[in-house]
């Protein structure tokens, strides 16, 4: 298997190598004038199976699905054998089912979008529904980097920490950092309204009084759910609030609202790099396509 480094993931595309021993494969990319993305392959991918590593995170996710898809056509035109998308944020992925009629599913024509491609396969991290998978056109799993961000907050000695989800929904995030954590765990309720987006969150019956809380989520993006969540468990009398999730979006100033609202810490995995990125999803890819040869 060859790896071949995305124009959004050039790092860990670089770290998968190093951990399974695939050789990488870097790719030249450009963004004309007129905003249209250019890719090429920098290598021989003839018989290989690829594994092509492209977060398509803010900004420019628009771009890099293209550039995602361009990949997957120039390896397939190479006489790649087998091409397995690795795709560590997957946009659109919350658009899963229509939620109001006249709208569409997203995500159901990004798989099929990929498809057309040349994609064989896709491993995505953490995607917000499983369901959206199942209509792929091609085998397409999700694989979890939760125990991951826990382990963080282990080597950081808040081990027993409360593991909070910040809604019911997402209570499996919670029990998964639990298992690592060994501590408590829970969830707020959360409700949003479809139209205006604005979401009201509540906690009743939570116990967290005086406890170590770690607010687990699959993403952060504007951080409404993490300062929401941070406002109640201050009130509980939480004695610290930290902020963890796979995909930190961090969108504007999502970052400093969170930070203002005494939310100690926010950690995140590398799908979205950037400050908040602190925890590697190379040994998790690794693992995964190792396990797929
Ligand atoms: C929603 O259901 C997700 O799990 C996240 O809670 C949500 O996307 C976070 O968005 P925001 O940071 O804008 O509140």
Redesign the pocket.
């Known amino acids: 298997m060859k790896i071949i480094s995305g124009p959004a993931s050039k790092e860990l595309a670089k770290n998968v190598s190093a951990l399974t021993g695939y050789p990488n494969l870097s790719v030249a990319s450009k963004i004309f004038p007129d905003g249209e993305s250019y890719v090429r392959l920098e290598g021989d991918v003839k018989g290989e199976d690829v594994a092509i590593v492209q977060t398509t995170c803010p900004p420019m996710q628009d771009s890099r699905l293209m550039q995602l898809s361009f990949l997957a056509d120039a390896a397939k035109r190479a006489s790649a054998d087998k091409v397995t998308a690795v795709v560590p944020y997957l946009a659109y992925a919350?658009q899963d089912k229509m939620f109001l009629s006249g709208e569409g599913i997203s995500v159901e024509t990004i798989g099929r979008m990929l498809k057309a491609a040349g994609v064989d396969e896709f491993l995505t991290i953490n995607i917000?529904s499983e369901n959206a998978l199942g209509k792929f056109p091609f085998p397409a799993k999700t694989a979890s980097a939760i125990s991951l961000l826990a382990q963080y907050f282990v080597e950081k000695g808040h081990k027993k920490a409360y593991a909070l989800s910040?809604?019911k929904?997402?209570m499996y995030i919670a029990f998964e950092a639990q298992q690592v954590l060994g501590g408590n765990a829970g969830h707020l309720d959360?409700q949003?309204d479809r139209y205006t987006g604005q979401?009201t969150q509540t906690g009743k019956g939570l116990d967290v009084k005086g406890q170590t809380v770690i607010i687990f989520?699959?993403?952060?993006?504007?951080?409404?759910?993490?300062?929401?969540a941070a406002k109640i468990l201050r009130e509980l009398g939480a004695a610290h609030v930290f902020a963890a999730c796979v995909h930190p979006?961090l969108?504007g100033d999502?970052a400093k609202r969170i930070l203002d609202a005494d939310v100690e810490e926010i950690v995140g995995t590398d799908s979205v790099p950037g400050v908040f990125s602190k925890v590697s999803l190379a040994p998790l890819i690794s693992k995964q396509l190792k396990g797929a040869k």
């Open positions: 919350r917000h910040p809604d929904g997402a959360k949003r979401t989520d699959d993403i952060i993006s504007t951080g409404g759910t993490i300062v929401g979006l969108i999502a």
